[in-house]
């Protein structure tokens, strides 16, 4: 990377306002060629900070940022703002193990003003701070959330909206209009949006009045009053068309152009002397500024990996040995084969399409296989409808956004006991996303729903006879099948399905030392552990327990039985998991044995690679290894067993 005129010397915000208007789209290039240098080397999300580059340096030039509170939606698109908030130097790190993290956090910065991950949650949080700035009598403080449309189609968004346009308070909106997420945006306000900004009249009225808008500034006192009437203008020109936010008391401008840096500062500090809760609608473009992404796919761009900035290229690994496929992969090659024999089956993904999988089967069979939109609670309660109707809805959410519609799988999937399988990716920790992205928690919250049957395959032959066991007609349950980020364990993985007996494991290996109890994919970790021991003279047995629920009790009562010295490994949290419905079988059946738990701590987990985390939480091979070889007595002095720690 070259010396930037500019960029070099700008650490905080308060370097960036010493500036005049006409430099900053030299910051803005500057930026932007910062992003596309690091993020080609390092990897990381790419599309949504390069679209937001002008509207970031704008943001920060006109507000007093820390003080003013600037929030963002989601965080996918914040590496510029990072940036330019004193982690230039650290930038590097971003989404490695202990350095900066992907998205805003509260705990790094004082500019980011809330931590973010899941999305839609800006203009919530930023009334909730225009709220406690009133009741501070900080009058002077301006209070900005950054959304973009494809989280504007979540209820929470306007939930916040409906609140926050009868609440007076000084909150500004900014829409940030780019017709993406991470796929293509779905849905009526997408459309609204599209019609809103292709209207022939609509955009010569505006242009029009963003010209008077432009010098309410120079009114004085007087700009407040000459603001309404230029709205009330607007309103008339337009015949009184509706607008969707005006009717939720919110003032409305726009749309403008959110890469012409200069005229959007300007906008937005004229903006800034307008009271009360409005709104700017901001159009973009995802991955502004690089050829191949604006040309390329979106999709893709978003968060491609490492590539050659020159020629868009991909760099490849440099193993070339064949590969076990993603899980994702396996569930959507899967569930189209399996819809293909089942005519009753149906996939549903909250806005997840290309991340889940779910496209194949959207491309292969697109009438029975639906994007809702950023709306988990609605996709589960969508999902409980066609079950109604003796449909098979297969709804796949990654397990941190499952977190976000637990009320509608308790409420109208449960307790009615709906067939609604749950097919969770991302379940354990998912990588350099870090702690908002990790799935740490779904094996506890499933568990303890009534009606609710809970598995995790070990691999990825087991995850296709899940799948194909879930849809048969004598299971009526709702059901939960969850796996990991990434890559399976077979390669050959393509196997006829086999009906998978419900709340039965298996044994893999017998052993007389000690029993390893595992549960999903960690049991590749146990299977590699009990070949090390081995080696070194520990018998292991080993258990694939594949439910949480209903737990396989005859296999316990058998472990017990045979086994003073047990080890439980997942990647789900401890308190409630796996280890502890093994705890609990112990108590109620009255045995006795020394039980270690591994698996993820009660601890927020931070980002890194998932090798890096699951050494982190304690349950790689390594650690299985050695907690085998701290529960075996190694050495005798008399009579006095001597336990070796490790």
Not at 2 to 11: A, R, S, Y
Not at 85 to 103: E, M, V, W
Not at 379 to 408: E, H, K, W
């Amino acid at each position: 990377m070259g010396e930037n005129k500019f960029l070099d010397n700008i650490e905080y915000p308060a370097d960036l306002r010493k500036l005049k208007y006409e430099d900053l789209p030299t910051v803005c290039a500057e930026l932007r060629q910062f992003i596309i240098d690091l993020v080609s080397e390092k990897g990381g999300h790419f599309g949504g900070s390069l679209g937001v580059v002008e509207l970031t340096v704008a943001l920060h030039y006109i507000f007093n940022t820390p003080y003013d509170q600037l929030v963002w939606d989601t965080g996918h698109q914040a590496y510029g703002h990072k940036i330019l908030t004193g982690r230039r130097k650290a930038f590097h790190t971003n989404r490695l193990y202990k350095g900066i993290s992907g998205f805003p956090n509260r705990s790094e910065s004082e500019y980011d003003a809330f931590g973010v991950g899941h999305t839609s949650t800006s203009i919530s949080a930023g009334l909730g701070m225009a709220v406690a700035s009133k009741y501070k009598k900080e009058f002077d403080r301006k209070h900005i959330a950054v959304i973009g449309d494809g989280a504007m189609t979540a209820g929470l968004a306007f939930e916040g909206l409906n609140n926050a346009g009868t609440s007076k308070s000084d909150l500004l909106v900014v829409l940030n209009d780019n017709c993406m997420s991470i796929d293509p945006n779905v849905g009526a306000l997408r459309e609204y949006l599209t019609n809103m900004t292709t209207s022939p009249t609509y955009n010569k009225v505006k242009d029009e009045v963003w010209k008077l808008l432009g010098k309410v500034s120079k009114f004085g006192p007087n700009a407040q009053d000459i603001a309404a009437k230029i709205e009330n203008a607007v309103k008339t020109s337009l015949l009184n068309q509706s607008n969707l936010f005006e009717s939720l008391h919110f003032r409305y401008f726009g749309p403008v152009d959110g890469h012409d840096v200069v005229h959007l500062a300007k906008v937005l500090n004229d903006l800034k002397k307008i009271p009360g809760p409005k709104i700017l609608h901001c159009l973009t473009v995802k991955g502004k500024g690089y050829k191949f992404s604006e040309e390329g796919d979106q999709t893709f761009w978003h968060a491609p990996g490492t590539f050659n900035k020159d020629t868009g290229e991909l760099i490849k690994s440099s193993n070339t040995k064949p590969q076990p496929p993603k899980y994702q992969d396996v569930f959507g090659h899967t569930l189209v084969e399996l819809a293909e024999k089942n005519d009753k089956i149906m996939g549903i993904t909250p806005a997840m399409p290309t991340g889940s999988s779910l496209n194949i089967m959207m491309k292969a069979m697109p009438e029975r296989a639906f994007d809702v939109g950023i709306a988990e609670q609605h996709a589960v309660t969508f999902s409980a409808g066609l079950a109604t109707r003796g449909l098979v809805p297969f709804c796949n959410i990654y397990s941190t956004f499952m977190q976000r519609a637990y009320d509608q799988v308790i409420h109208d999937v449960a307790i009615q006991n709906l067939k609604v399988v749950f097919c969770l990716d991302r379940g354990g920790v998912a990588g350099s996303d870090g702690p908002t992205h990790h799935g740490n928690f779904d094996l506890a919250f499933f568990r303890c729903v009534p009606n609710m049957i809970v598995s995790a395959p070990m691999n990825e032959i087991e995850l296709r006879n899940l799948m194909y066991t879930a849809q048969l007609d004598k299971i009526t349950n709702p059901f939960s099948i969850r796996y990991p980020r990434g890559n399976g364990a077979i390669i050959d993985w393509k196997q006829p399905f086999a009906e998978i007996e419900i709340g039965k494991g298996r044994k893999i290996k017998d052993g007389t030392d000690v029993a390893i109890l595992s549960i999903g994919h960690p049991g590749n970790f146990a299977l590699d552990a009990c070949k090390i021991l081995e080696n070194e003279g520990i018998n292991a047995a080993h258990y694939d327990m594949r439910f949480v629920k209903p737990i396989d009790e005859e296999m316990l009562h058998e472990v017990f039985k045979k086994f003073d010295k047990i080890i439980t490994v997942e990647d789900g949290c401890l308190m409630g998991g796996m280890g502890s419905a093994v705890l609990e079988f112990m108590a109620d059946k009255n045995y006795s044995s020394t039980i270690i738990r591994l698996g993820i701590p009660d601890k927020v987990i931070e980002h890194g690679t998932q090798q890096e985390l699951y050494k982190e939480c304690g349950y790689s091979t390594e650690d299985i290894v050695n907690t085998a070889k701290g529960m075996i007595t190694k050495k005798k002095k008399g009579n006095k067993s001597v336990f070796l720690t490790f």
